[in-house]
C-alpha cells in the first residue's frame, strides 16, 4: 500500500494497457522501496566498515584505500537506485527520499546492535544485552534446564575444540 500514490514516470504508457493492476502498481513511484532497500543494506555495510577499519577515529597508513573500501558499497547501492531512474520507473525526487529512509534505517539499526562508530574504542563492538530469565511456561515444561546457571559463557567468543 502506498500513502502518496505518485504516478510513475510511466503512467501514461501504463494506462493504455488497461491491466488494472498495471495501472494500480504505476501509482506507487514515491519513495522509491529500491532506493531505500539498497541503501539500507549497503549503508549498514559501509557504516560497520567505517567503524570497523577506525576510519574517523585513528590516523593510519592507507587511509585513502580505507575510505574507498567505506564508500564502495554506498558506489554500488547508488548505481542501483540510478538504473531505476534510466529504466524510467522513478523520478531523482523518489529515489531521494527512498534513500534517505534507507540511510536513516541503516543508522538507527547499526546504533541499536553496535556502539558509537565514531568511538575509537568501542567501535564496531556489538552491544551486550542482559538475556532474561526462562517464561514461566518454559520453566515449567522443561524444569530447572530452563534457566541459565552459566550466563557469562555465553558472552565469551567461540573457539574451537580441536
Known sequence: M???????PDWFARLASSDPDNIRNGRTSYPSGHAA???MAFGLLSIYLL???KLFT???QGHFAKVIVCLLPLGFAAFITL???AAYKH???DINAGMFIGLCSAMLAYLVNYHNPLDAVAAAQPRM??????PGWLKRWLGEEAELHDVESLRQPLTSSN
Open 58 to 60: 585513528t590516523p593510519t
Open 91 to 93: 523520478d531523482f525526487a
Open 129 to 134: 544485552r542482559p538475556i532474561p530469565p526462562a
Open 83 to 85: 538504473s531505476r531512474v
Open 37 to 39: 532497500e539498497t541503501f
Open 2 to 8: 502506498n500513502l502518496v500514490g505518485k504516478p510513475r
Open 51 to 53: 567503524a570497523r577499519l
